[in-house]
């Protein structure tokens, strides 16, 4: 590997881009792959974790990275496009080593991970040879950022005890700093392939809101092993931070005393939606649905409609509708008048009401109302959300095309990815390339 520096600095790797020898971005490291060895063997770094278009992360081995140097990784051979599941022998060093206590040899205590650095050997391997570490804890600043304390300091990977442990405490400060930019669905993504205990420390590392977020893009096994690890006053804030259909889904497939423990934590008002969805089958429009769309007066206008679906905290799909009701504008409403399609506001002076441009052909769906009827009814009227209400005519919630789809799509739908053919970097099919080749 000519011109590669003798050591790099594996958090430092974070983010770098890919390159195929003809210069073409193939995507970005995310992690490195370590297995460690017996006896007083160096760790072995066996490949990358490499995120390639449509936020798959693949394995590239070790024995197809040509140079890691000036800000980039270069790569030959062919790219295998399998998702990238880690072996029970495998250590993720940024997901799982960052931030791990460890003691040292010279019998002066434990330190903490901060880094980690591989070198290539005269055999082209790549070893685990040093490990950056610090002696002292962590503060926070002037808004909320992390300031290190303490001692830190350049070690021999062989002067390290306890680095291929489990240990207990593990911090995730250093993982989350290295993943600060990702979405909620890139970042549910890290999660997921993580080991169960270290998924649930980084977890619990997150503020509420950002948790609730990552929590709706987990598979339901992830979703229950993490919110049954945290405490419950943490777990009942963190359903409050939830959207209420994604917060029901997930109470309902807890142990019906602990939900209803969950529940009595709550704040009454964020509790009682959540109530609501619960008493509906989850096959039926009552199951699926948001008790919180977009819900205006009749005499709101137009300005003032297209400021609320501007929120960010508002999905794309509820965004495309206003419901209009008359008061009480929260779930189950007043009366229920209509809706009005987010493009046909677009058209009207910016001063008009919005219960003068109610879409009247349209009418709404009890919760009773089966998967199919639903779909139907969005496919029919060419919508992506459609107005549930009750047989007195209140607006009680709004179901929408992605919940239909979750709905419809396997359980495991998150994890499969389909067959998948390995590709050169330039994007033909090729042969090879298993995961440790």
């Known amino acids: 590997m000519s011109g590669a520096p003798s050591r790099v600095f594996i958090a430092r790797m974070s983010g770098l881009a890919v390159f ?56 030959t051979g062919v790219v295998n496009m399998r998702r990238f599941e880690s072996r029970s022998t495998e250590t993720l060093v940024l997901a799982e080593l960052l931030d791990r206590s460890v003691t040292l040899r010279d019998g002066t205590g434990s330190v903490a991970v901060e880094d980690v650095a591989m070198t290539q050997q005269r055999t082209r391997d790549w070893v685990v040879s040093k490990i950056f570490v610090r002696r002292g804890g962590q503060t ?33 400060a250093s993982l989350l700093a290295s993943l600060e930019s ?87 008002e964020e509790a009682a939606p959540l109530r609501r969805l619960l008493s509906y089958d989850e096959d039926t429009a009552g199951g699926l649905m948001t008790s919180e769309p977009v819900i205006l007066a009749p005499d709101a206008t137009i300005a003032e409609a297209l400021a609320v679906v501007r929120r960010a905290d508002i999905s794309p799909a509820l965004a495309a509708s206003v419901f209009v ?18 493009q046909r506001m677009l058209r009207e002076p910016p001063h008009a009401a919005v219960g003068g441009i109610i879409d009247k052909d349209i009418g709404s769906l009890t919760p009773q109302a089966t998967l199919d009827e639903v779909t139907r009814f969005l496919a029919t009227y060419n919508l992506v959300s459609a107005p549930i209400a009750d047989d007195d005519g209140h607006l009680v919630g709004a179901v929408t095309v992605d919940d239909v789809l979750d709905h419809m799509l396997p359980d495991d739908w998150r994890d499969d990815d389909g067959p998948q053919d390995d590709v050169q970097p330039d994007g033909a099919p090729a042969v090879g390339g298993a995961h440790g080749s």
């Open 182 to 268: 990702l979405k909620a669905a890139d970042l549910a993504d890290v999660i997921h392939d993580l080991s169960p205990k270290r998924r649930v420390e980084v977890a619990a590392a997150l503020d509420d809101e950002k948790l609730a977020d990552v929590l709706e893009e987990l598979p339901e096994d992830d979703q229950v092993e993490i919110l049954t690890q945290l405490e419950n006053e943490r777990a009942a804030d963190v359903l409050e931070a939830m959207e209420p259909d994604d917060a029901a889904d997930l109470l309902s497939e807890l142990p019906a005393e602990t939900a209803e423990h969950l529940l009595q934590l709550m704040e009454p």
């Open 140 to 172: 926070r600043g002037l808004g909320g950022r992390l300031r290190r304390r303490g001692e830190s300091f350049l070690v021999d990977a062989d002067q390290v005890i306890g680095l291929s442990l489990e240990s207990t405490g593990q911090g995730a």
């Open 20 to 75: 195929d020898p003809l210069g073409d971005q193939v995507g970005r490291v995310r992690d490195v792959v370590v297995v460690f060895r017996t006896g007083r063997l160096a760790p072995l770094v066996v490949g990358l974790v490499v995120e390639v278009p449509g936020r798959r992360r693949v394995f590239l081995p070790m024995t197809r990275v040509t140079s890691v140097d000036g800000g980039q990784v270069i790569m």
């Open 325 to 342: 009701c008359r008061p009480p504008l929260e779930t189950p409403t007043g009366r229920f008048l209509g809706l009005v399609h987010i």
